[in-house]
C-alpha cells in the first residue's frame, strides 16, 4: 500500500516560475490537505479539500492554489514562486472531513527551493 | 484553536518509559487532544486522542488530567526509532485544521 505519494521529492526554481506540487493517495479519502513546514514554525495548513470538487482556504493560502477533480489527487500550484514560499511541503490525507478523531495521514514530503 | 504548551525537548534513556507533558489550560470542554510524531525527514504520523478517558492504543498511552487542562503521552518503552517531534495538538468538532506547534523533540539515548 502506497498511502499518499507526493512529486517532487526536492525542486529548486526561479522566483516567478510557475511549479506544481503533486499528491496522489491510493486509500479513497474524501479529505485532503497540504501544509507548509517552516524551521520553529511548526506546520501551518495551507489549502484543504472536504471531498473532491471542493476545496477551501487555510491558514496560510496566499500564493497558492488548489484544486480537487478527483479523489485521488490533489495538486498544489504556485502560480509565481517567491523566495518566502521556501519550505517543505506535506499533503495529507483523512478518510472524512473534520480533524477531531480522524487520523491524518501525511505524505513524505517536497522540499522546495525558490532563488 | 486553544494552546498547547510543551518543552522544548526531553532525553530518555532506551527500553525506560517516556512521559512527554503537554498544557492546555484554556481547553475547552469540545476539544480533543491529539498527538502527532514526526520523525526525522518524514511527514507527521498520528499517536493517540482523547477527549476525556485515559486512552492506550499500540503506540502509546495518553493520560488525561481530570480538569482536562494538562495531558500526557507515554511511551512505556522508548526505543531508538521513538526519536522524534512530539506535538500536542487541540482541536474542537468541525475544526478543519490541526494546528502544529514547536512541539517537542524527544532524544532517546542508546
Known amino acids: 500500500i502506497a498511502g499518499i505519494t507526493q512529486a517532487p521529492t526536492s525542486q529548486t526554481l526561479a522566483a516567478g516560475r510557475r511549479m506544481t506540487l503533486r499528491c496522489t493517495q491510493d486509500?479513497?479519502?474524501?479529505?485532503m490537505y497540504w501544509y507548509r513546514q517552516d524551521l520553529g514554525l511548526g506546520l501551518r495548513l495551507i489549502h484543504y479539500?472536504?471531498?473532491?470538487?471542493?476545496?477551501g482556504k487555510g491558514e496560510v493560502p496566499d500564493g497558492y492554489s488548489v484544486s480537487r477533480a478527483n479523489t485521488d489527487d490533489f495538486p498544489l500550484t504556485l502560480a509565481s514562486a517567491v523566495p518566502s514560499q521556501t519550505s517543505v511541503y506535506f499533503c495529507?490525507?483523512?478518510?472524512?472531513?473534520?480533524?477531531?478523531?480522524?487520523?491524518?495521514?501525511f505524505g513524505p514530503g517536497t522540499r522546495l527551493t525558490v532563488l | 484553536d486553544a494552546k498547547t504548551t510543551q518543552p522544548n525537548s526531553m532525553e530518555s534513556n532506551e527500553e525506560e518509559p517516556v512521559h512527554l507533558p503537554c498544557n492546555h489550560s484554556?481547553?475547552?470542554?469540545?476539544?480533543?487532544i491529539h498527538w502527532y510524531r514526526q520523525l526525522p525527514s518524514q511527514g507527521p504520523e498520528y499517536v493517540i486522542h482523547?477527549?476525556?478517558s485515559n486512552v492506550n492504543n499500540r503506540m502509546a498511552s495518553l493520560a488525561i488530567a481530570e480538569d482536562r487542562k494538562s495531558s500526557t503521552l507515554i511511551l512505556h518503552r522508548a526505543t531508538l526509532r521513538d526519536a522524534a517531534v512530539y506535538y500536542c495538538i487541540l482541536s474542537s468538532t468541525g475544526a478543519n485544521n490541526l494546528f502544529f506547534g514547536t512541539g517537542t523533540r524527544l532524544t532517546v539515548i542508546p
Open positions: 484554556t481547553i475547552s470542554g469540545t476539544d480533543y
Open positions: 482523547g477527549l476525556t
Open positions: 495529507a490525507s483523512s478518510a472524512s472531513p473534520g480533524v477531531v478523531g480522524r487520523e491524518q495521514f
Open positions: 486509500m479513497r479519502h474524501n479529505a
Open positions: 479539500s472536504n471531498t473532491a470538487g471542493t476545496t
